[in-house]
């Protein structure tokens, strides 16, 4: 167990590095695509709201989870920081959101994909709730190419299950699930464990 300890601490480690590259990298992508400022986000997979702090203070966003237990810990920090910028925080299934289409000016899912059953599900939602030509960014860990890292990768599948986060999905199927276009890839932390890719949604 106290193997197990270390695996997830270490992965929560790189997550919240990431974090901090990724939205430095979003920021300039909002400032690039509404140099006027206010901009409409969907945060999916929100979780305990590590990414919201991170946001720009003049865009608004919508975080949805559907672990209430995350969501509270979210309401904790956005109050213990004075996050502005969130205008709220929702219990919701990523595969059936609530919202109405073209809700929003781009999507954002960091570390989401790899806990969501049906993946063709969720992507169809993002693709309704976008407004045609927002942008959905999206943030995970893929397989590697690498064999040292495929030999790490796969010493820490069986214990996927216990920390929710599975180590081996493949890029380019993920982005031909999209149905959307590809804008970039690019690793976001030293290690290049963590990939951000852009799409465009055409609507």
Known sequence: ?????????????????????????FNAILREKFPGGFACILDVGVGTGLSLPMYRDDVKVVGIDISVEMLE???SR???????????????????MAFADNSFDSVVAM????????????????????????????VNHFG???????????????????????PNLDC???????????LEARAVNAFGYWTLMRFRNHG
């Open 1 to 25: 167990m106290a193997g197990l300890g270390s695996i997830s601490s270490g992965v929560s480690l790189l997550t919240s590095c990431s974090s901090s590259i990724c939205a430095l990298r």
């Open 73 to 75: 810990k979210a309401r």
């Open 78 to 96: 956005i109050a213990q920081n004075a996050i502005t910028q969130v205008e709220s925080i929702l219990e919701m299934d990523a595969q059936d």
């Open 111 to 138: 570390y989401a994909v790899s806990v969501v059953p049906d993946l063709n599900r969720m992507f169809d939602e993002v693709h309704r709730v976008c407004k045609p030509g927002g942008e959905f960014v999206l």
């Open 144 to 166: 590697s190419g690498n064999y040292f890292v495929q030999l790490f990768e796969s010493a820490l599948t069986p214990f996927s299950a216990a920390f929710g986060f599975h």
């Open 172 to 182: 380019v199927e993920i982005a031909q699930l999209t149905g959307m276009e590809l």
